[in-house]
């Protein structure tokens, strides 16, 4: 469960530790090691990168010698941060923030948990190259996995070992970043010679991360371990999504993390909500009701509830007519006494081919424009006919700019695969379609 993030130092012995020997610390380097506080860092990090520090808080922090670097360990339901000062000393600022975001995502990924894969020295190399292509490169420590980057081989002094991490070094140099744990470690695993140098070589001294003991939990310590970790980092994402402060959490990640720790509703309950929400009651004055104030001498009150909805259709390639047949199968399923009427929209909305759907109906063919995608022409839209509709539903892909805050309901049903460009504004809903991705 041990994630060491830099250089380890060896003896050079052999092919399993081809680096050249390195000489013990220096005085110095012990001196700004006794000296070394890793407080003041975790308050920077609360202030640059709130969501770390918030899944920090769950770790008891240890210094220790034992490691050559830094790492977590969860046991039960403790998950403890070791660091060594005399690496910690060593780096820079940046590089310290860098190195506790790293140990956060290994926590955050299950790495330490459920997601482990053998062989490990394969899975310890995939795990790090997936992390580290999520933080920003000037702050990880020097060393390290990066996908697109050769390993540093000048200190192998064993050219047959050299010939081999070479190859190895190869291949990372030709990964793309941004990819899963799972991504890498099937590419390791593709090519025999790899996965042989690399277990042969334990890994190689110079540029792996030793998490030994990863996965060793029964599975009952498992799912404990998990769920104090999941309500931690739902408190954390509600946290950054409240305050706004993300820090260097990428979109894509924000929305991962959401993921991660929602409780799965069905998409079309949640349009059903919204529409049901967007009702309003009617009141009629009727003969045959009786007055409770003044009975039988003024007429009673009748009252009902019902919706008009618009629907604006996006008429970009990527939303297809199955997505809008998934769509009305879900609004086929409402009340009789909501009423929608539907608008084609591209870089405009056609009032022309607006068409009048009721439950029962069958889904309309809506192919009429064929432009880019504008949501402010939407909302404009909207606007002016605010007093005809109580809400409004957008059936898109979602690529497009952001087009600010609505006075009015808004719902954003996104296609299947696809994502919201920007981030929704407070009141909006946002739903995610379930089902093939469009063309």
């Not at 996965?215 to 371990?225: F, H, P």
């Not at 003044?294 to 919706?307: L, W």
């Amino acid at each position: 469960m041990k994630t060491l993030n830099a250089v380890k130092t060896s003896t050079g012995t052999g092919t399993s530790a081809p680096t050249s020997p390195v000489a013990g610390p220096t005085e110095e380097e012990l001196k700004r090691a006794a000296e070394f506080k890793l407080d003041p860092y975790l308050v920077r990090l609360l202030i640059d990168e709130p969501f770390f520090s918030t899944i920090l808080r769950l770790t008891t922090k240890v210094r220790t010698s034992d490691l050559p670097t830094a790492g977590v360990t969860v046991k039960g339901d403790v998950f403890t941060l070791y660091w060594n000062p005399l690496f910690t000393s060593s780096l820079k600022k940046k590089q310290v923030k860098g190195l506790m975001k790293h140990e956060c995502y290994h926590l955050i990924l299950k790495h330490c948990t459920s997601r482990k894969q053998d062989p490990h020295l394969l899975w310890n190399i995939a795990t790090d190259l997936a992390i580290n292509s999520i933080i920003p490169r000037d702050e990880l420590p020097d060393g390290g996995l990066y996908p697109g980057e050769a390993l540093d081989l000048s200190k192998c002094v064993d050219p047959v070992a050299k010939a081999q991490w070479q190859k190895v070094s190869d291949l990372i140099e030709s990964f793309p970043k941004n990819k899963s744990s799972e991504w890498y470690m099937e590419r390791l695993l593709e090519d025999e010679d790899i996965r042989k140098i690399i277990e042969e070589g334990n890994g190689g001294d110079f540029v792996i991360d030793d998490h030994d003991g990863w996965g060793d939990l029964t599975d009952e310590e498992r799912q404990v371990a998990e769920g104090k970790l999941r309500q931690h980092l739902r408190d954390a994402v509600k946290r950054a999504d409240s305050s706004g402060q993300w820090g260097s959490v990428t979109g894509e990640m924000r929305e991962e993390l959401r993921q991660m720790v929602s409780d799965r509703i069905d998409w079309k309950r949640i349009i059903q909500n919204f529409v049901g929400n967007s009702q309003r009651a009617n009141k009629a004055r009727t003969h045959r009701r009786v007055n409770r104030k003044y009975p039988y001498i003024h007429p009673g009150v009748r009252r009902g509830h019902s919706a008009a909805v618009a629907v604006y259709m996006d008429q970009s390639g990527s939303v297809g007519d199955d997505n809008i047949e998934l769509l009305f199968a879900c609004l086929n399923q409402l009340g009789r006494k909501v009423s929608f009427t539907l608008f084609p929209f591209d870089y405009s909305v056609n009032d022309e081919a607006a068409i009048k759907w009721r439950k029962g109906d069958k889904a309309p063919p809506i192919r009429t424009n064929c432009g880019g995608t504008n949501f402010h022409a939407v909302e404009k839209h909207i606007q002016d006919h605010s007093g005809e509709f109580d809400g409004h539903i957008i059936l898109t892909d979602g690529e497009a700019s952001d087009p600010g805050p609505s006075r009015k309901r808004r719902c954003w049903v996104i296609v299947p695969g696809r994502k919201l460009m920007f981030e929704p504004h407070a009141s909006d809903i946002v739903v995610e379609m379930e089902g093939e991705p469009g063309m």
